[in-house]
């Protein structure tokens, strides 16, 4: 699979997201050219405080090995909030792959300056998804991202 | 309450995690002088990637406003690694009372940086707590902080 189907596969996550009325952001953890672990942000479906994408994602993919985490690529539709970027580092994922950081952006030049490699994609569809549930939901996305 | 009180939760909490046969890393959650939250590290007792003991009781305090973070202590038995730190900057969440950073130390530097009120106590029972974890799984610890 190449990165264009791996961010597809983050996408289709994101509208499955959509879809049970939560948030559209969805993230893929790839290792050595294969998806290990999908996950969709689920404030609203859990209720949850913690699961936005890349960490329902990582604990999708199960307790890995240091080695494992350090040959894996993570993608996100959306770029990584200071929580998600923060799990990022603590397991030392070399790469992450960004569909967008149009409508947001986290610590990204914090990111790379622990010397993790942040690919942004600025994809139509990322951006389209999360301009639609920002204008619909501005309370919701300002609870997800701790904004007032 | 006192300081003392909430910390001591915590390390409640963190020995609450050891006789399940996890990791003894405890945290609470206080807004108000009430603790909202309670969690500890669950890796082995959830088979968990994410739930260390700060984002356990971020997740058992439940979905709060912007502005009950941002008037919360958050309590750890240990230094936030940088996913904890990362969730606790999301929130803004303004001050972390760490029960020692002897055995490991997070990203303290960074998140003072940005506007954090850190407070390190060093309590000697805390020490002991992660002292003897470390010493009989040193494997699971490694783990836990993607270490090889």
Chains 1, 2 share one sequence.
Not at 2 to 21: M, R, V, Y
Not at 47 to 62: P, R, T, V, Y
Not at 103 to 120: A, K, N
């Amino acid at each position: 699979m190449s990165q264009d189907e791996f961010l597809a596969a983050a996408i289709e996550e994101a509208k499955l997201g959509a879809e049970e009325g939560g948030i559209p952001i969805g993230s893929v953890l790839v290792i050595d050219g294969e998806i290990i672990g999908r996950g969709h942000n689920r404030r609203e479906q859990r209720f949850s405080a913690i699961l936005h994408a890349e960490m329902d994602c990582l604990e999708n993919a199960g307790r890995l090995s240091p080695a494992e985490y350090r040959r894996s690529v993570l993608y996100s539709t959306l770029s990584p909030c200071d929580m998600c970027s923060g799990a990022a580092l603590l397991y030392k994922i070399p790469k992450i792959i960004v569909g967008e950081n149009v409508t947001f952006q986290g610590p990204e030049e914090y990111v790379r300056g622990r010397g993790v490699e942040l690919e942004i994609v600025n994809h139509p569809e990322c951006i389209a998804l999360m301009r639609d549930f920002i204008e619909h939901y501005p309370e919701l996305w300002n609870e997800d991202i701790g904004e007032v």
